[in-house]
């Protein structure tokens, strides 16, 4: 009896010292964590604070008053310069073409931006010459005395015609005495080359003076003041009175 203890005894021990071992190399084997690195997380943009130096003054308008003597009287404001296509050279002065923006028909009242310039025109009227308007004043009351665009391209033209005509004029009196010394032709034809001459002349003359006064006549002023329109367009470029000009107003 006491061997059969003895051999289970035996038996129970070398079972224990066979599965104990295997057990243990079934368990797993702690590991150290492994250290990941960090992921970089976009910094959220701030917005930034204005301070006083970035802040800019609001630009101050002025109030103009426009008057005319032509209901078609427009104020236009420059926005841009158009250069013509197919020329050789691209600078706007020599071949630019102004675009400009109607802001009010006369008689009217409106705001406008010291910063730009600007021209009183409209449909058949003559444009006037671009002018500033003052930066130091709230309000500035504008007489425009409009001219015909018509009438002034017919002075033009005709200015240009009575050149022609009072050229030949003059340049038949000069052959007339050669052609009387050289025995040019017959009497009748040289007495014909006088008296055209002297006709040609003449009328070139009278149509030079009739263009230039229509030429004249019919430009647009602008003046800045508190009467009534009517100052003569000579009495303007004389500088009677205050009156608008590239650089501003003058007194």
Not at 14 to 19: F, K, N, R
Not at 84 to 109: I, K, M, N, R, T
Not at 228 to 237: F, I, L
């Amino acid at each position: 009896m006491s061997f059969a203890r003895h051999v289970a005894a035996l038996t129970t021990l070398a079972l224990s010292s066979i599965v104990l071992p295997a057990a243990a190399d079934d368990a797993p084997t702690p590991t150290a964590p492994t250290p990941t690195a960090a992921t970089p997380t976009a910094a959220t943009p701030t917005a930034a604070t204005p301070t006083a130096a970035d802040a800019k003054p609001p630009t101050r308008s002025v109030e103009v008053e426009l008057h005319s003597n032509d209901s078609r009287a427009t104020i236009e404001r420059r926005v841009g310069t158009t250069s013509l296509a197919g020329l050789p050279f691209v600078d706007g002065s020599f071949a630019g073409v102004g675009l400009w923006q109607e802001e009010c028909v006369a008689p009217c009242e409106v705001k406008l931006d010291p910063r730009y310039s600007y021209r009183v025109a409209g449909d058949g009227v003559t444009p006037s010459e671009s002018f500033a308007l003052p930066r130091d004043k709230d309000k500035v009351r504008l007489s425009a005395e409009m001219g015909s665009s018509r009438w002034r391209l017919a002075g033009i033209l005709t200015t240009g015609v009575g050149v022609g005509t009072a050229l030949a004029g003059t340049s038949a009196l000069v052959l007339s005495p050669v052609f009387e010394n050289n025995d040019v032709g017959s009497k009748g034809f040289r007495q014909a080359v006088l008296v055209g001459g002297i006709v040609a002349l003449a009328a070139g003359l009278i149509e030079l003076g009739a263009g230039l006064y229509m030429w004249q006549t019919n430009g647009t002023s602008v003046r800045a003041d508190h009467g009534t329109v009517g100052a003569s367009r000579a009495a303007s470029d004389a500088g009677k009175g205050p009156r608008l000009t590239a650089s501003g107003l003058v007194f």
